[in-house]
């Protein structure tokens, strides 16, 4: 069974550019999230899909973050205009359902902003 | 705000030696999971505990859960250079909320 594919694994910007991340969840996974993890620290939830619509996006900075799930599958996180505050890693997860069972998580996009 | 707190924040012991990670929540839960991060990778899930359960085990792992302490104890038996990692606890009825995790470094 395939995993949870992220890209691009590395991603340098400046500050004030824009950035997107690419996710293709565990296939039948209906509920899909994007976590923030600043070096040191545990994932922050940003946003919660399930299937295409959104559960909770309570933690996303709305004025520069944006997600979006298509078709109910894939996702893509995007910031813009970038801050170096927003360095960390965007990591993906899928899970069956929203009922807090197992999470199943990609490997992660680093983001370094200059 | 996180929802689990590890202790300690980090832990370093000889290969062969238990590991034990305690967490510790603030509101009542319905499980409490446990994840492994190696470094530069994602997060692995360990284990669940329901909250009508006092122990679980899985191969050298083991996992209380107190809620009337709302507290949570990962042991790892036997350590070995391969579990050095960061492990988390996470609690959530319908978004997982982790903690900041404990980083454990197995020496040779």
């Known amino acids: 069974e395939a995993g949870v594919a992220q890209s691009p694994r590395y991603k340098i910007i400046e500050k004030r550019q824009s950035v997107a991340f690419w996710c293709n969840p565990i296939s039948g996974h209906a ?4 976590y923030q993890q600043i070096l040191g620290q545990g994932p922050k939830l940003l946003i919660q899909f399930q299937n295409n619509g959104v559960v909770d996006d309570s933690q996303l900075p709305k004025d ?3 997600a979006e799930r298509l078709k109910g599958v894939d996702s ?5 205009p970038a801050k170096l505050e927003d360095s960390a890693v965007y ?3 899928s899970s069956f359902n929203r009922q807090t069972g197992e999470l199943f998580f990609g490997e992660g996009s680093r983001l370094t902003v200059l | 705000s996180q929802q689990g707190e590890e202790d300690p924040q980090a832990l370093s012991i000889q290969e062969g030696e238990n590991a034990t990670m305690n967490c510790s929540y603030k509101t009542s839960i319905n499980n409490l999971q446990w994840y492994r991060q190696n470094s530069g990778r994602g997060l692995v899930h360990l284990i669940l505990i329901r909250s009508n ?3 679980k085990h899985s191969g050298r792992l083991r996992v209380t ?3 009337s302490k709302k507290s949570s104890s990962l042991l790892i038996t036997a ?4 579990d050095t990692a960061s492990y988390f606890c996470a ?3 319908q978004k997982l909320v982790f903690g900041q995790g404990t980083r454990l470094t197995i020496n040779p």
Not at chain 1, 31 to 34: C, G, M, P, S, V
Not at chain 1, 76 to 80: G, H
Not at chain 2, 79 to 82: G, N, V
């Open chain 1, 31 to 34: 509920t899909l999230y994007w």
């Open chain 1, 64 to 66: 520069r973050f944006s």
């Open chain 1, 76 to 80: 893509t996180l995007k910031i813009q």
């Open chain 1, 91 to 93: 990591l993906c997860a």
């Open chain 2, 53 to 55: 359960e006092r122990e």
């Open chain 2, 65 to 67: 859960l107190d809620t």
């Open chain 2, 79 to 82: 350590s070995r250079a391969a």
């Open chain 2, 91 to 93: 609690t959530g009825a």
